[in-house]
Each structure stands twice: as structure tokens, then as C-alpha cells.
T-cell receptor
Framework: QKEVEQDPGPLSVPEGAIVSLNCTYS??????FMWYRQYSRKGPELLMY????GNKEDGRFTAQVDKSSKYISLFIRDSQPSDSATYLC??????????FGSGTRLQVQP | EPEVTQTPSHQVTQMGQEVILRCVPI?????FYWYRQILGQKVEFLVS????????KSEIFDDQFSVERPDGSNFTLKIRSTKLEDSAMYFC????????????FGPGTRLTVL
């Protein structure tokens, strides 16, 4: 059973669109939730970090965690071509061993 | 802005050879990690390190792997006898101590085993 599942995409949207990226997870012990952005053959770049349930906003990015449904979301407002990348969700129980999803490839068309 | 650095960016080695991948974590961070990503696959946790000892390791991190913090700045991953299936991107990450769990990743070392 995959612990963190993510639609691989690709997801193609026009510039300026609102993007919704989602993950589901199966491990009830996950407490920490992160979103990373990864460009081709580069290291993951931390975008958002959330502890437990709730929303967190940072500029054009909003992260949501719903622990009751085991659902993690990242919303990108006013998407830009520079947002084109693979987005990885990751979760952790507190053991400091991140479990990653497979990543969703996003393409923002100018 | 402080960042995690890794060297080399690309390492090519023959099967059975030993390799050492090097990382310089962010200077005030106290937790260090290694992850790997086989081409086209998920990023996978290998090991975490705190206070000069391993705190967690995955099933992947078997006896052919070891980690060390040889001085105050470097953190290394050694693979004793490389196999073809060790070919992957290896990422180092680091975190502040305490309850914070934000892990900041380096750019990675691409290991190619021939």
C-alpha cells in the first residue's frame, strides 16, 4: 500500500489560472506535511510546511491539510510559466523521515 | 540565503568501487539526512543523523551504506561496494533542532554506476 499517493499529471493550465494539486495518504500517524517544488534534475525546494490540520498561506500559495479525510492540497493563484515544475507532497510522523508522493508535473502555458 | 551544498554534482564509478558523497548542511542546523531518487521514481528516505549518531534509517540503508560527520561542517554518505542499482540522485538535507521539521535539500549528486 502506497503511503502517499499523488496524481503524476502532467497538469497543463494557462497563465493566470488557479492550480489545485492534491495528495492522499494512508498513515494516520503523519503529523507534518510539506510541499516541495522540483525542477528537472534539481533538488526539492521547500514551498510550504504545515503541522497537523488547517490552512497556511504564503503569497500565491495556500496549503491545506484535512486529517479527517487524509487529504493534502496545494493551491497556486495567478499561476506563472515559472511555476512549471514537478510538485512533491511529503509527510512525516515526527520521525524526521519524509515519505514523498510521486510528484505532479505542472505546465503553465504563457 | 544559506543553502545546503553537495559535491560532486556528478560521480561516475565502476561497480564494486567505494564512493563518498559530500554535503555541507546549513551552518546552524543540527539534523542531517540523505535521500535518494532513482530516475523517474519517488524521493526515498535513507537515513537521518543527529548528535553524531544515526536516529532513523530505512530498509534501503543496509550495511553497504554509512554516514559520518568528520568535522564541524561536512556530512558524508559512503557506499562501500557500489551496485548498478545504486545509480540515482542522492540528496542531502538539513533541519534546525527542536520541534521544527522543515527539511532543506541540497542540489543533489548524480551517481552513475557502470
Amino acid at each position: 500500500q502506497k503511503e502517499v499517493e499523488q496524481d503524476p499529471g502532467p497538469l497543463s493550465v494557462p497563465e493566470g489560472a488557479i492550480v489545485s494539486l492534491n495528495c492522499t495518504y494512508s498513515n494516520s500517524a503523519f503529523q507534518y506535511f510539506m510541499w516541495y517544488r522540483q525542477y528537472s534534475r534539481k533538488g526539492p525546494e521547500l514551498l510550504m510546511y504545515t503541522y497537523s490540520s488547517g490552512n497556511k498561506e504564503d503569497g500565491r500559495f495556500t496549503a491545506q491539510v484535512d486529517k479527517s479525510s487524509k487529504y493534502i492540497s496545494l493551491f497556486i493563484r495567478d499561476s506563472q510559466p515559472s511555476d512549471s515544475a514537478t510538485y512533491l507532497c511529503a509527510s512525516d510522523t515526527g520521525r524526521r523521515a519524509l515519505t514523498f508522493g510521486s510528484g505532479t508535473r505542472l505546465q503553465v502555458q504563457p | 540565503e544559506p543553502e545546503v551544498t553537495q559535491t560532486p554534482s556528478h560521480q561516475v564509478t565502476q561497480m564494486g568501487q567505494e564512493v563518498i558523497l559530500r554535503c555541507v548542511p546549513i551552518s546552524n542546523h543540527l539534523y542531517f539526512y540523505w535521500y535518494r531518487q532513482i530516475l523517474g521514481q519517488k524521493v526515498e528516505f535513507l537515513v537521518s543523523f543527529y548528535n553524531n549518531e544515526i536516529s532513523e534509517k530505512s530498509e534501503i540503508f543496509d550495511d553497504q551504506f554509512s554516514v559520518e560527520r568528520p568535522d564541524g561542517s561536512n556530512f558524508t554518505l559512503k557506499i562501500r561496494s557500489t551496485k548498478l542499482e545504486d545509480s540515482a540522485m542522492y540528496f542531502c538535507a538539513s533541519t534546525l533542532a527542536g520541534g521544527v521539521n522543515e527539511q532543506f535539500f541540497g542540489p543533489g549528486t548524480r551517481l552513475t554506476v557502470l
